[in-house]
């Protein structure tokens, strides 16, 4: 098991950036391939981006492509998330994700962070 933690979730203004940090303990963090994920109130958990355990390939959600950038820190045992040219419809929890093998359902993942706000206004 891998515990991880969410941080740098805010409320930031339409056309902003924020970067989130996920920091994990625990089993080797280098050994698992991570993802990012979003719920919005009323909605399912969806995939945002995804990232092998030695940053070799990354996949992304078509909406969130061209403005996110997922990248690890393996020395660091950290996990982040650039997000910029912020949209109001990216407003929801964020959430950490880690397995064996890289996936893009949230369905594959069995070790989750407990998620940070990201607010987003118009």
């Known amino acids: 098991q891998v515990q991880l933690v969410e941080s740098g979730g805010g409320l930031v203004q339409a056309g902003g950036s924020l970067r989130l940090s996920c920091a994990a303990s625990?089993?080797?963090?280098?050994?698992?391939?991570m993802g990012w994920f979003r719920q919005a109130p009323g909605k399912e958990r969806e995939f945002v981006a995804a990232?092998?355990?030695?940053?070799?390939?990354?996949y992304y959600a078509d909406s969130v492509k061209g403005r996110f950038t997922i990248s690890r820190d393996n020395a660091k045992n950290t996990l982040y998330l650039q997000m910029n040219s912020l949209k109001p419809e990216d407003t929801a929890v964020y959430y950490c994700?880690?397995?064996?093998?890289?996936?893009?359902?949230?369905?594959?993942?069995?070790?989750w962070g407990q998620g940070t706000q990201v607010t987003v206004s118009s």
């Open positions: 625990g089993r080797t963090f280098s050994s698992y391939a």
């Open positions: 990232i092998t355990w030695n940053s070799g390939r990354t």
């Open positions: 994700a880690a397995r064996r093998a890289v996936g893009v359902t949230a369905q594959v993942y069995d070790n």
